[in-house]
């Protein structure tokens, strides 16, 4: 997109906030980068230069606008629908994996080396792995410093800084702020406020529009008693993160969707809000998505209907492919009741004092070792889910935003007693695969018959050629046809 000059104008100069996250405009003559729906009168085209990303911007020598502010923008969309190994690094870059374990860490978990990594980088975002984390980092330090109570010594080592030094030049160079001219410009005038220790609240940009019925309805409709919950107009639930554990309330607004995490170490906060975006599928682009969907007569009044349907995805891909095994053939009901009997007995109790949370989902190394006859499930089904856990504990089943969606798909169906639609539902969910597809599904044969479309699955995967890449979020528009509970936001 960034080397398209003209489009690129064009959307600068119409303001389009599909684009945002897409490219960023860097302006010659003030040394500033922008999004592309930045409010400010748009420069000259003669004093544009387009980037793939704000670490390459940022390495360009320029800093993020204040008005804006472009360091905040949605993830691009390609991220999520490519699965090229450059798609993959970024997935991992994302979730703090070059702050952990350092560049060779990335590598290591690619298969490449380090230098393949850095030319295949910078050949597409202008921009190394180093410096895609550093300007990661920043966003996260800048979160910390105008959200938090923290003094900025400690917020520099929880953004993932080395020293408190680097921390204040990255501020000053991508801001042109110090961090203390950055908290006073966030302070609020109205009232003081009792910031609550551990607690920090923020908002999670998306691209409009966003149909928030099925996404929070169907999370809050599957939640499993003790690890999540729908309270007070938001969907609630714990997280298991690298430097320990946390929780964290969502909650959709008209512009963004209101975040508010509880975290025992604050270093783990690049990583949830990773978590939580992928969760809510953020980073999608609907307006492309409904675009393709519409092409197709049949579906073009449900997308009308209510556009900008998301995919829900996961927190923890282990715990999803669990819990798609819980769900084989049984209601929404009993397979919440079989993960609460599982949460009660192997989960890693937690303090709530804001609801009633109170486990973690059990590890899959704490679930290899069950005994198979406390499982209230047919034997045959306890031997699928002992596999699976049993390969999840030992590393030769990896689900995670690395991993090769196919080769994942092909060692799930290798395992007894996974067909299709048990590997498509991971494939979707935990996965993330935009296009993850489940023609078997009793309600997409329903609503696909109802709409006229072909009700046998081979046909009807013949027919659903037309929506790739996107036929997980048509998935989403034939479920919304049925009166279930999981297509609808909780009162």
Not at 5 to 30: L, Q, Y
Not at 227 to 236: C, F, N, P, Q
Not at 427 to 450: I, K, Q, S, T, Y
Request: with cysteine; aromatic share 6%; net charge positive.
């Amino acid at each position: 997109m960034h080397t398209d000059t003209e489009r690129c104008v064009r959307a600068v100069r119409s303001k389009d906030a599909r684009f945002d996250g897409v490219f960023f405009t860097a302006v010659r003559t003030t040394r500033i980068y922008c999004r592309p729906s930045c409010p400010v009168a748009p420069p000259k085209p003669e004093n544009m230069e387009f980037h793939p990303s704000a670490a390459s911007c940022q390495r360009a020598g320029f800093r993020a606008c204040k008005r804006c502010r472009p360091d905040t923008s949605p993830g691009s969309p390609q991220w999520n629908v490519r699965a090229d190994a450059v798609a993959r690094a970024m997935r991992l870059i994302q979730d703090g994996v070059v702050d952990r374990e350092g560049v060779p860490g990335l590598a290591r978990r690619l298969g490449w080396s380090t230098r393949q990594i850095e030319r295949q980088l910078l050949a597409e975002l202008g921009a190394g792995p180093l410096a895609l984390a550093r300007a990661q980092r920043a966003q996260t330090a800048r979160v910390l410093v105008e959200t938090t109570p923290m003094p900025l010594g400690e917020v520099a080592f929880a953004a993932g800084f080395s020293s408190i030094r680097t921390f204040n030049d990255t501020v000053r160079e991508v801001f042109a702020l110090t961090p203390g001219e950055l908290r006073a410009r966030a302070a609020r005038p109205a009232g003081p406020r009792t910031p609550t220790p551990g607690v920090i609240s923020l908002r999670l940009p998306f691209r409009t529009p966003l149909e928030p019925s099925n996404l929070f309805g169907h999370l809050a409709a599957t939640a499993v008693p003790g690890v999540e919950e729908w309270r007070d107009g938001a969907y609630r639930r714990t997280l298991n993160l690298p430097y320990g554990h946390g929780t964290v309330a969502l909650a959709p607004r008209a512009d963004h969707i209101a975040c508010r995490l509880s975290l025992t170490d604050p270093r783990d906060l690049t990583h949830a809000i990773s978590r939580c975006r992928r969760l809510l599928d953020l980073d999608a682009d609907p307006v492309a998505v409904d675009e393709r969907l519409r092409a197709d007569l049949l579906l073009a009044p449900l997308v009308d209907a209510a556009p900008g349907r998301r995919v829900p995805g996961s927190v923890d891909p282990a715990e999803f492919a669990v819990r798609a095994v819980l769900g084989q053939q049984v209601s929404t009901a009993a397979a919440r009741t079989h993960a609460a009997r599982l949460v009660a007995a192997h989960g890693t109790p937690v303090d709530d004092p804001e609801g009633g949370l109170t486990h973690l989902f059990p590890e899959p190394a704490a679930l290899a070792a069950l005994d198979p006859e406390t499982l209230a499930l047919p034997r045959s089904r306890r031997t699928t889910l002992l596999t699976l856990v049993r390969a999840l504990a030992d590393g030769t089943l990896p689900l995670g935003p690395a991993d090769d969606r196919e080769e994942a798909r092909a060692r799930l169906l290798a395992l007894p007693g996974f067909g299709p639609w048990t590997t498509e539902i991971i494939a979707m969910r935990a996965l993330g695969d935009p296009d993850a597809f489940l023609p078997g599904d009793l309600g997409v044969r329903r609503a696909a018959e109802g709409l006229g479309l072909p009700g046998t699955p081979a046909a009807l995967t013949a027919r659903a050629a037309r929506w790739r890449p996107w036929r997980a979020y048509a998935v989403q528009y034939l479920w919304a046809t049925d009166s279930h509970p999981i297509n609808h936001l909780p009162s």
